[in-house]
């Protein structure tokens, strides 16, 4: 390189003041972003470690207060809250590995273009987007193939989200090249040893996105299981605040049940932020791990094709 061109690389950009004003600017809208966002999950944490009476109070704001675990010492005292742990992380991990199984080979057969009939499968995939058999129905399909109080009510009936099928289905029409199917002899070839193994970053977006839902689901467990051995975290902590609010409505006598029940019913507010910290804590490990492919997969999902 020359003199001439070192010189010029050194040379420092003259910035205008309306470059310096736009850039301050911008800092200043992400920060207060950054801050409205952040700010309640930091604030749900401080308040499961703080004195219940400092959050009933209102005296919890940058820091805890009066630092204990009450709050999760409470919820760990009923033996459902891991056996629940436990049964959503089954149902998680088997409801991805279905998932995957069933959206993967789906998106790529629809983005071939030589399969012929991928147009009239793609409006029928769509149609179940807009309209639906109802509760009612789908509870009775799910008694008579006798689902009832196992993993797979949780699983099969959405084993294919059709938003999650799309995105795939484009990322695999915009990356994997028509000429890269001359490596393979057969289309079985084709999607195990090259397909697949080009696709880690939609992968992880299916991981990611299946895996959410998975674990926030309660509402097809309070339907289909009524075991109680079986149900996820996510339903047991919904019965445990339940019971407490149900327990809070007696009526207290004297000075002294007043006070244990005032005590009770911010033991219970400190309660509601511990279990959303327990819930979200797979949920939190799992973002990082995914992160980068997740701006790769969504927006090459998302917006290209």
Known sequence: MSKENTAVTKKKIKRCKEDVVFDAACFIILTLVLFVVAYPLYWVIISSISAPSAVSSGKVLLHPIGFTLKGYAEVFKNDQVMRGFLNSLIITFCGVMVNLIVTLPTSYALSRSNFSGKKPITIFYLITMFFGGGLIPTYLVIQRLQMLNTIWALILPGCLSV???????????????????????????????????????????????????????????????????????????????????????????????????????????????????????????????????????????????
């Open 163 to 305: 938003y999650n099928m799309i995105v795939a289905r484009t990322f695999f029409k915009s990356n994997i090249s028509e000429e890269l199917y001359e490596a393979a002899e057969t289309q079985a070839r084709f999607f195990f040893q090259i397909a697949l193994p080009l696709s880690k970053a939609i992968i992880a977006i299916l991981v990611l996105y299946y895996g959410v839902g998975h674990w926030n689901s309660y509402f097809s467990a309070l339907v289909y299981i009524s075991d109680k051995a079986k149900y996820p975290l996510q339903l047991v902590l919904r019965n445990i605040l339940i019971t407490n609010q149900t327990a809070l409505s007696q009526t207290a006598t004297t000075a002294a049940a007043r006070a244990a029940l005032q005590e009770k019913q911010q033991l219970i507010d400190v309660m509601k932020y511990s279990l959303i910290i327990i819930s979200s804590i797979p949920v939190l490990v799992m973002y990082p791990l995914v992160q980068k492919h997740f701006v790769k997969g969504v927006m090459i999902g998302s917006m290209k094709g």
